[in-house]
């Protein structure tokens, strides 16, 4: 806990050089500014590590670290970072035509697919992202970019090493991060910083709101509840009752009866023991349980207030008491267009800023969520069907969208319609194509 609190201080209280990052080339050359502080001020520095941060109505600490101790909270942030690192993306180029060509081998693909050669990979990356953005409200990459201004790498730092500045003057933000590796500050401008952040509240800075830090009481209110449970086990599951004695005892005296006894028959290891009393001392239960104290509904309530904070369907956290089969699949694809799709459109607009001024417009990055969206295999026979009978399709994109080669002979590019259907200034033309299709074969018959 001390050398948690010396950290905190020492980064604090760091004086060391400035590094700015170059827009052009992405080096690190030493400029004249004078170091500035973190976030936090020097009290949080000192006595949040030390005590737990903030306390709850319910009177226990919660802060990010805290809050994972809330199986729900831990369970939300590992579904929805795991959801976005598992996603598959594209980088892709709109040709001059309409049409979309995929870029496996342009830079941006390349740097997101290992944003940290030799550290991390891309799913490491973006799950760690994700993680941070969930509990914190903030996610933060420093963007460095070589000679020619495309990324090579994009570096996560902590929210504790990096400070957020607005320069009203040039109407511009600043993002001033601690390299604790050299002991030096780097400043990039906004462009080349990657911020996935929740709603936001302060428009010059920018920092996401904290989801722990809005909803404290109702996740302290858990907490307080695991302590409380914790505190029955240990005393034998049960809450514990009074020795009496007709004798007088002294503070001393008393103590020291509570001290043998809980040593004794306290805890869950001695549930069961017989005690023998003697000096007329008499053990009274009292008669609160922890079913009294409405655990169990103060258990499922948090975790219902947990799934709205994070927009989670309540079957995957496992509560299943309203789930039924049917509606648990409405609740999967509510979880894709509700929760992931507005996740995915923060992350997309934000990868804007690593492609250069030049692809900008033309280039863009982009999840593919039409394969959580697919349904069941019956669903999509039906509506591959339709769109193959009406031409929108070939048979060789529906066999990429259901993850299979084309088929070799190319048979598969040609696109079907109903032979009944014709633009509508040419209908006459198609009746009388059918007149005479129905002659020809009139005649024939008769010959």
Request: glycine share 8%.
């Amino acid at each position: 806990m001390l050398a948690e609190a010396r950290t905190a201080i020492s980064g604090y209280l760091r004086k060391n050089s400035v590094l700015a990052l170059s827009k052009s080339g992405g080096k690190l050359t030493p400029t004249n500014q004078e170091p500035t502080e973190t976030r936090a001020t020097l009290a949080e520095a000192i006595w949040g590590p030390m005590f737990g941060g903030p306390v709850a109505a319910s009177g226990v600490s919660v802060n990010h670290e805290t809050a994972q101790r809330h199986s729900a909270v831990w369970a939300c942030v590992k579904i929805m970072s795991e959801a976005i690192s598992s996603l598959s993306w594209d980088v892709i180029q709109e040709l001059p035509n309409g049409d979309r060509q995929k870029l496996p081998s342009h830079p941006v693909a390349k740097a997101l697919r290992s944003p940290m050669p030799g550290m991390y990979n891309g799913n490491t990356w973006f799950e760690t992202m994700q993680a941070w953005k969930t509990l914190r409200g903030n996610a933060i990459s420093l963007i460095v970019r070589n000679g020619a201004g495309t990324p090579k790498a994009l570096r996560h730092f902590p929210l504790e090493q990096v400070t957020i500045d607005f320069d009203a003057v040039h109407q511009m933000t600043y993002y001033t991060f601690w390299d604790r590796h050299t002991n030096s500050n780097i400043v990039a401008e906004a462009a080349d910083v990657i911020h996935i952040r929740s709603m936001v509240w302060d428009t010059e800075k920018g920092w996401g709101k904290s989801p722990i830090e809005v909803h404290r009481n109702s996740i302290g209110l858990h907490l307080a509840g695991q302590d409380y449970m914790g505190g029955i086990m240990k005393n034998g599951a049960h809450i514990p009752g009074v020795l009496m004695t007709d004798s007088k005892l002294t503070p001393e005296g008393a103590q020291r009866m509570s001290q043998s006894w809980t040593a004794k028959f306290g805890g869950s290891g001695n549930s069961g023991s017989t005690p023998v009393l003697e000096q007329g001392v008499k053990y009274q239960a009292l008669n609160l349980t922890p079913a009294d104290a409405q655990w169990l509904e103060v258990n499922n309530a948090t975790i219902q207030d947990v799934a709205r904070i994070f927009g989670v369907p309540l079957h995957m956290l496992g509560s299943l008491e309203r789930s039924t089969n049917n509606n648990i699949e409405q609740q999967a694809l509510e979880f894709v267009t509700q929760t992931l799709r507005p996740l995915a459109k923060i992350w997309e607009a934000e990868f804007n800023k690593l492609f250069t001024p030049r692809d900008q417009g033309k280039i863009y990055f982009k999840f593919d969520l039409n394969s959580l969206l697919r349904g069941d295999v019956k669903s999509r026979a039906t509506l591959y069907d339709t769109l193959l009978k009406w031409g929108a399709v070939n048979v060789d994109e529906v066999r990429r969208l259901e993850g299979w080669n084309a088929i070799l002979t190319g048979e598969g590019k040609t696109h079907l319609y109903p032979v009944n259907m014709a633009p509508f200034d040419k209908l006459g033309q198609q009746e009388q194509g059918a007149i005479n299709a129905t002659n020809q074969t009139t005649d024939g018959e008769e010959e």
